[in-house]
C-alpha cells in the first residue's frame, strides 16, 4: 500500500489513468469466472426457491398470524437502505463540490441501482398473490379501478420507482462521455454497445455544458428523492396503530439509518474493488478516511435517533407498547438488540473515533458491523411488534424462518455480487472523464 | 372510462348492521366456531400448520384467567371481526380489497386482494385471516360447502363477513313480502347457534331494534375503545 502512496492520481499522466481503468473491461482472469458462475449458481438457486414459492404458496415462508410480514420485509427495508449509498451520497459530494468525489461516484451510483432493482423484488415476492401485483400501479384499466392512493403501499411503488428512475438517469448521464470514448477505443459488439448508449456525444462546448447543467439539476432533484424514499419506506410502518410503529420518528430516523448503512456498503466494495481490480492508486486511503468520516457522523445520529425513539417509549409506560418494548431490551430479543448496538455503535465509535486505530482494514471491519447492525435493527422494528398486538390472546412466541426464505434472502447478495461483477465488466468504475474536464479543484 | 359502476347504488344506506354479544351468558362452549366454519367455508388446517399459528376462525373465544390456582376464574370472550366504523384496515389497502360497504360492514373483495397482508398488520383485533396455501377439506368435508358463499384461493385475506349472504338473503324475502326487515329476521352462522343466547345481531340505525337497546343499556363497552376506530359489536356485562 505504501508503494501506491509515492504515486498518486495527480501525478499521472491521463493516459495512464484511463489504461488502468479501462484494464478490466479487457482483461478476465479465471478468478473472475470463477466468481461469477458461483455467485451466478446461488442466484439462479434463489430463483428456484422464489418459483418454488409461488408454485406451493407463500405458506411455505414461516410467516403466521399475526407475524405477517417477516423476512422479506426486512430485507426489503435493508436493501433500500443501501440503496442509498450510492446516488445520495455522490449527489451530495458533487453539490459541495468534493474534488476527491471523483474516483467514488460511480461505483455509488451503480450499488444505488442494483440495490433498488433488488430491495424493489422483495415486496412482490412478499406478496400472497404476486403475479397480480400490478394491481398496484396506477394505470386506466379493465377493473375500472384505480389503485387506492390513500395506502403507504402505493406511495412506496411510486417512490422507488420513481428514484430507480433518477438513479438510473444519474448512473447514466455522466456516464456518457466515458462511452464515447470506449467506443472510439473498441471493436465489435462492444463498439456498438458504446456506441449506441454514447448517443453521438462529440464533446463539444455545448454538450458539455449541457451534461454539467444536467447534472446540476439531478443532483438537486435526487436528494429531494432520496430523502423522500425512505421516508416513505419508514411510513409503510408508522401509519400503522401497530404498538411502537406508530411514531413521528421513523421517517428521520429510517432516512439516518439508511444513509448509515448504505456509507457502510460503499466503503465496504470500495475496498474490495480496490483490492481486486488493482486501483490502489485512485482509491487512495484519504477518500476511506473522507468517508469515514460520514460514517463515524452517521453513527452518532443513529445513536441519538435510537436513544430518542426509546426514551420517549419507556418513559410512556403505555401498556402495549412497553409489552414490546420488553420483549426488544430485555426479553426474547433483547440478544439481537444489545449485539445491534454494539454493531452500530460501540465498534464504529471506537474504532473511527480512535485516529491510531483507523485505517482501512478497521473502516471495512466497521462496515461490516454496520451492515451486521442495520440488518439488525429492522429485524427488530419488524418482529417483536407484530409478534404483539394490542390484543394479548392474539401474542405469539416466535418466528421461524424457512431454508426457502433464508434462501431467497442469501440469494440476493450473491445477485448483487453478480450484477455489480457484470457492470466493472462492461464499464469504466471510475469516471475517466471528470480527471480530464475538471483537472484539479 | 365509459362505466359507471357508482351510479347503481343506493345513495343513503337504510341499514347499519352492529352486534352485541353479553358476556356474562358466554360459556366458552365454542358453537359459534364451529358453525361459523360451516356457515363459510372456512379451510380446515392441519396440527402442524395450525401449531404455527395459522388457524382460520373468523370468530374465536378467548379466554382470560382471573386468580390464582385452584382458585381461578375464567372468563371467555367470542372476538370476531369488530366491522369497525373507522376501520384501520381499510385505509392501507392499496388494491381498495377491503373497504366500507354502504351499511357499514367491512367487506373483503378476494378477487382484488394482492396478499400484502398490510391490513392484517393494522388490524388490532387480530381478525383478519391468510390463506397461507390452497385451501383443504378432508373427504368428504367438501360435499357439505355452502353454495352462497365463495371459496377462498390462496394468497388472499378473510375474514368475518357479520354472514353478509344471510344479510343479503333477509333483505331480499322482506322485500319479496314487501315488507321492511323485522328485528332479528337476520341471524349470522354465530348468533343463530349460540346456545346461551348471548348473541344479538341488527339494526343499529333502528333505535328500537334489540342490539341498539342493548348497546344503549349502559352494560355496553367495545374492545379496545380508547384506539377511536368505532367498533360495531358491543360487549355486555355487568358493570363494576
Known amino acids: ?441 | 372510462m365509459g362505466v359507471s359502476l357508482v351510479a347503481d347504488q343506493p345513495k343513503a344506506a337504510e341499514h347499519r348492521w352492529g352486534m352485541a354479544i353479553d358476556l356474562d351468558r358466554c360459556t366458552g362452549c365454542e358453537a359459534c366456531v364451529v358453525a361459523c366454519h360451516a356457515e363459510n367455508n372456512l379451510p380446515v388446517i392441519e396440527p402442524a400448520e395450525a401449531a404455527r399459528g395459522r388457524t382460520v376462525h373468523w370468530i374465536r373465544v378467548d379466554r382470560y384467567y382471573e386468580g390464582e390456582f385452584p382458585d381461578v376464574k375464567v372468563k371467555y370472550m367470542p372476538v370476531l371481526c369488530q366491522h369497525c366504523d373507522d376501520a384501520p384496515c381499510e385505509p392501507v389497502c392499496p388494491v381498495y380489497a377491503t373497504y366500507h360497504n354502504p351499511e357499514g360492514l367491512n367487506v373483503q373483495v378476494y378477487n382484488r386482494c394482492v396478499g400484502t397482508r398490510y391490513c392484517a398488520n393494522n388490524c388490532p383485533y387480530s381478525v383478519r385471516f391468510f390463506n397461507f396455501f390452497e385451501p383443504h377439506w378432508d373427504s368428504p368435508l367438501e360435499l357439505q360447502h355452502n353454495p352462497d358463499v365463495a371459496v377462498r384461493m390462496v394468497g388472499v385475506m378473510e375474514k368475518c363477513t357479520f354472514c353478509v349472504q344471510r344479510v343479503q338473503r333477509g333483505k331480499r324475502d322482506a322485500k319479496e313480502a314487501g315488507q321492511p326487515v323485522a328485528d332479528g329476521a337476520i341471524q349470522p352462522a354465530c348468533v343463530q347457534s349460540c346456545p346461551a343466547e348471548a348473541m344479538v345481531f341488527g339494526d343499529l340505525s333502528d333505535p328500537e331494534s334489540k342490539v341498539s337497546r342493548l348497546a344503549e343499556s349502559g352494560r355496553a363497552t367495545r374492545l379496545l375503545e380508547d384506539l377511536g376506530v368505532k367498533p360495531k359489536v358491543f360487549y355486555l356485562q355487568k358493570a363494576k
Request: with cysteine.
Open chain 1, 1 to 441: 500500500m505504501k508503494s501506491n502512496m509515492a504515486t498518486t492520481v495527480h501525478t499521472l499522466p491521463h493516459d495512464r489513468l484511463q489504461e488502468d481503468v479501462w484494464r478490466p473491461l479487457r482483461e478476465t482472469s479465471t478468478r473472475y469466472v470463477i466468481t461469477v458462475l458461483l455467485v451466478g449458481a446461488v442466484a439462479l438457486w434463489g430463483l428456484f426457491c422464489w418459483g418454488y414459492q409461488i408454485h406451493k404458496g407463500i405458506g411455505v415462508v414461516g410467516k403466521n398470524r399475526p407475524s405477517m410480514w417477516a423476512f422479506y420485509i426486512l430485507n426489503f427495508v435493508f436493501w433500500i437502505g443501501i440503496s442509498h449509498a450510492g446516488t445520495l451520497i455522490s449527489a451530495i459530494l458533487r453539490l459541495t463540490h468534493a474534488g476527491w468525489r471523483k474516483p467514488v461516484t460511480r461505483a455509488a451510483e451503480a450499488i444505488t441501482v442494483f440495490c433498488l432493482m433488488i430491495g424493489g423484488l422483495f415486496p412482490i415476492i412478499h406478496l400472497g398473490r404476486p403475479w397480480i401485483f400490478y394491481y398496484l400501479i396506477p394505470y386506466p384499466n379493465q377493473r375500472v379501478l384505480w389503485p387506492n392512493f390513500r395506502s403507504p403501499l402505493v406511495w412506496d411503488l411510486t417512490a422507488i420507482l420513481t428514484y430507480l428512475t433518477g438513479s438510473v438517469l444519474f448512473l447514466y448521464l455522466p456516464m456518457i462521455p466515458d462511452l464515447a470514448q470506449l467506443a472510439l477505443h473498441t471493436t465489435g459488439w462492444r463498439r456498438f454497445l458504446y456506441r449506441t448508449l454514447a448517443l453521438g456525444w462529440t464533446g463539444s462546448d455545448r454538450e458539455w455544458h449541457a451534461l454539467e447543467r444536467a447534472m446540476k439539476l439531478m443532483a438537486g432533484l435526487i436528494l429531494a428523492v432520496a430523502v423522500s424514499v425512505h421516508t416513505v419506506v419508514a411510513w409503510d410502518f408508522a401509519m400503522a396503530i401497530a404498538p411502537l410503529w406508530h411514531s413521528t420518528i421513523f421517517g428521520p430516523y429510517f432516512v439516518v439509518g439508511a444513509i448509515f448503512s448504505g456509507i457502510a456498503a460503499l466503503l465496504l466494495i470500495m475496498a474490495v474493488i480496490r483490492k481486486f481490480m488493482n486501483l490502489e492508486a485512485y482509491l487512495e486511503p484519504r477518500h476511506f478516511e473522507n468517508l469515514s468520516r460520514l460514517l463515524f457522523l452517521m453513527c452518532l445520529l443513529w445513536l441519538y435517533f435510537t436513544v430518542s425513539e426509546n426514551l420517549t417509549a419507556w418513559y410512556g409506560n403505555q401498556p402495549h407498547e412497553m409489552q414490546v418494548f420488553g420483549t426488544r431490551v430485555r426479553g426474547q430479543y433483547a440478544p439481537w438488540f444489545w449485539l445491534m448496538v454494539v454493531c452500530n455503535f460501540i465498534v464504529p465509535f471506537v474504532l473511527l473515533g480512535i485516529r491510531r486505530l483507523r485505517n482501512i482494514t478497521t473502516i471495512s471491519i466497521s462496515s461490516v458491523c454496520v451492515l451486521i447492525g442495520m440488518w439488525l435493527e429492522r429485524f427488530l422494528i419488524v418482529f417483536p411488534t407484530l409478534a404483539h398486538p394490542p390484543l394479548a390472546a392474539a401474542w405469539t412466541t416466535g418466528y421461524n424462518p424457512t431454508w426457502v426464505e433464508i434462501s431467497i434472502a442469501v440469494s440476493t447478495f450473491a445477485a448483487m455480487a453478480l450484477l455489480y461483477l457484470i457492470f466493472s465488466k462492461l464499464f469504466p468504475i471510475i469516471a475517466v472523464w471528470e480527471y480530464r474536464y475538471v483537472p484539479d479543484e
